[in-house]
C-alpha cells in the first residue's frame, strides 16, 4: 500500500506521515528531494527556495519528476507513505503503482497559521497576510509544472480534516487506512501463476525463445520447467544446439533440436522427484506443441492455461478435446 499526501501549509501531513510511520509505513517526501537538490548547489532551503527549486526540477525533467526519484527508492513488500505531493502529475506517476490512495489533509486558515507559527521555521510568514499571500503562490498557479495543490487535492481519495487534536487525527488516519486496506488489489490465481511462470522463463538457456511452465494443483506449485538443452549438457546459448544457434525459420528442422520444451521438463521433473501429475493443470507462456500435448495428456493434466498462441495444429487441439482436457488462453 502506497499513501500520497497533499495539504496546505501547516495542514499537519508530517504529524499523519509520522502516525503512519509509527505504524510500519517506510517515509518519502518529494520536499526531501528538493532540499538534496538544494544542498547540491549549496543553497539553503528556505521556502521560497524549495518552491523556486521544486518548479525548476519539474521544468527540467517533467512536471512528476519528484515523484519518479521517489518510486527508485521503494523497498519491496514494505507499505510506504509519500509526502508533500503538490503537483497532478506528481500524482498520476504515483499511480503507476499497485495500492496507491492519495490522502488530502487540510484544516481552518487560523489552525494552519498557529501551527506555523509555533513550528518557527526560518523563512516562514510571521503575518497571516503574509502567509496567505505565500500561499496563494502555490495553490493554483497557471504554470502546470509549477505547484499546483487545489487540483491535486482534487484528486484524493481521501480527504482528512485536520481541525482538532492528535487524538481526532490519529483516528481518521486508521479508518482511512483499514478502508484503503480493504480496497487493495491481489493478482488473480491465473495472473499469479502466469506471473511466475514468466519469472522462470528467465532460466531458459535456448537461444531463440523463453519459455517456462508451471504445473499447479489445489493452488499449489507442484513443478516447474523452462526449456533448455537437457540435464549435464552444453547450454543451448553456448553451443549446445546447433538448430537453435542457425537461425532456421520457425517451425522448421524441429528434429534436430535437441532442446527441451517448458512443458516437458516440467513433466519430466515431477517423474525424476515422484510427484504425480493427475488433475493438475498447466501454466505455460506459450501453447504446447504436438509432442507436449501428448505428453500432457499421458500425465493426467486436466488443465492447460497459455499465455501467447502457438500455431498448433487442428491433430493437438482434438487430441486435448477427445482427452477431456480443457485449454484456455488469458491475456
Known sequence: MIFGLAGK??????????????????????SDEIRLALAERGIEPTRDAMTEEGNRIRHAEGAGALATRVLHRFSQGINQVV???????EVRVLRTCQNFFLISVDAPVEVRFERLRQRGRAGDPVTIEGFLTAEERELAGGDPAAQQLIATMKLAD???NNGTDVEALTAAVKNVFRDAASKLERPSWDEYFMQIAEVIATRSNCAKRRVAAVVVKDCRIISTGYN???RGTTNCSSGGCPRCL???????????CVCSHAEENSI????????SLKG??????????????KMIINAGISEVVYRSAYPLPASARDLFRQAGVLTRQIG
Open 83 to 89: 509526502d508533500s505531493v503538490r503537483n497532478p502529475e
Open 268 to 275: 519430466t521433473q515431477a517423474a525424476y522427484h515422484g510427484v
Open 158 to 160: 481521501y480527504t482528512i
Open 9 to 30: 501549509n501547516a495542514s499537519g501531513k508530517g504529524t499523519v506521515a509520522e502516525i503512519l510511520k509509527t505504524g510500519g509505513f517506510e517515509y518519502f517526501s518529494l
Open 280 to 293: 493438475s493443470s498447466i501454466y505455460s507462456t506459450f501453447m504446447p506443441c504436438v509432442m507436449c500435448t
Open 246 to 256: 542457425s537461425l532456421v525459420p520457425s517451425g522448421e528442422a524441429l528434429g534436430e
Open 228 to 230: 533448455g538443452t537437457p
